[in-house]
């Protein structure tokens, strides 16, 4: 069953007739990132106005491994559970080198987590719920299709922003403004910002199949990924399992690809019958891409924001754009509202440090990841043969197979971040578990939170929202006897035992910006 | 400088290295170097120290 792209409304914006009050927040593009950035702020008692060009959702899947961390933060968004119930949890792992099958690994996640390591769910089913979620804050979130900025002119306390729709032109202006428009970001272009980075000379056709028949041997969806296959000499293949029945099919067409020409239906078709043999199967949407590992030097720019691929882009191997991009909405969100309500700009500044160390530390497993699949000499060739060849045999050699690694949450190394040792350490994003019947991240996330564990004194702050567990499986994560100053977006800033309300308050203020 | 004492296992390594390449051809023995070096670089498992290694070994080669 193929997915109904709807079309969203058009409506004239109130700005074509008459001057809009000055708007806390816009925020440019409604893709995920936008969306997000725009039910976080409501969450948050925060307005804001969101500005698309187009009046669909995302066409072909795109963005579809959902990680662990990212289905947390939607959790607190209020579309986790829509999206996990949707999404498919892949278990089995297969890893081929030629026809052989060098090893398989079974994914079965961990207990005492409410979300899987991670989904697989096409981003349009993402930005659909977004949408309907955003439509639950009528009073905050202003949805604007089919009006595209064109044009902005920075003044210092303000931006004025000039947006184009099909009644004409109109201007606005906002305290804020979050530059979500995406890789091609012609915010980004506008201000003439370099986006450096690592260009790799490897084109990738990505092709979504409709398929009936399960190419899997049981009924658990199966993710398999080829080295060098038979079929598709010398190059590489994925194939991963989506909702409805959609498979993503990865074929590697190397430096010199014709890029028009294979995206031909005759030269596609051919290509996916050598996957999945006689199996019936129709496109459903086929793309090819480059990868590229590159982000600008500073993702703030006074009252301009740069948020997901606009401020940063890696290869797809790792599933590390879409998830990066969920995990800055996460760290802007809250800092964002607190300068808005008077709180020090540093927060924002911190914004750009925290984020940037990630997209760093996103972009280097990427880089490693596009370096194993495409080995540029033939000495490095041999030695990424000779790893799959003893990977048949050696676990060690299994580790070092690099077909893109698990995007987990960076540990910011902050300044908001008071110096401590604990099991889950300063910057380190919380780590879920069994709470009160139902989970910790349902507990913890969203506002700053005292959590203390097990045998600790009970947390009790007039300021912040104190938890206390003594659920076996979190004390033995967070360790027995500890306290945790968790900001709201779940990443420790402080760790303690036995904590003064003096320690807490500096380690607060210190996570709020206010200290060096 | 004195005369470097042998390990009572230098030669012995030496000779079975020697040995495991007999009777293949320069790609297979290539290949063989190149497993055998990953396998060490799993015995030693310390990235500082291997890259320590990894120096020396390059010096030779950049004269």
Known sequence: MRFDYPAFDYIPPPGLTEREPRHQVAIIGAGPIGLAMAVDLATRGIPSVVLDDNNVVSVGSRAICWAKRTLEIFDRLGVGERMLEKGVTWQVGRVFHGDDQIYDFDLLPETGHKYPAFINLQQYYVEQYLVERAREFPDLIDLRFRNKVVGHQDFDDYINLTVETPDGEYEIETTYTLACDGAPSPTRRRMGLPFTGQDFDENFLIVDIEMETSPFATKLAERWFWFEPTFHKGQSALLHKQPDNIYRIDLQLGPDADVTAELAEDRVLPRIRAVVGDTPFKIDWKSIYRFRCARLENFVHNRMIFVGDSAHVVSPFGARGGNGGIQDVDNLGWKLAAVLNGASPALIDSYNTERVQAADENILNSARTTNFMTPKSATEAMFRNEVLCLARTHEFARRLINAGRLSLPCALDSPLSTPGKAPVPPGAAMIDAPHDGGWLLEAVQGDFTLLSVGSARRADHADLRCVHTSDKTAVARYGDGMTYLLRPDGHVAAVFRDPTPADIASAQKRATGEMP | ?63
């Open chain 2, 1 to 63: 400088m004195t005369a470097p004492t042998p390990s009572i296992y230098s030669d012995r390594i030496y000779e079975a290295l020697m040995a495991t390449h007999t009777g293949l051809s320069d790609a297979e023995s290539a290949a063989l170097n190149a497993r055998l070096v990953l396998l060490l670089a799993n015995e030693v498992a310390d990235p500082d120290r291997l890259t320590e290694l990894f120096v020396q070994a390059r010096a030779a080669a950049d004269g």
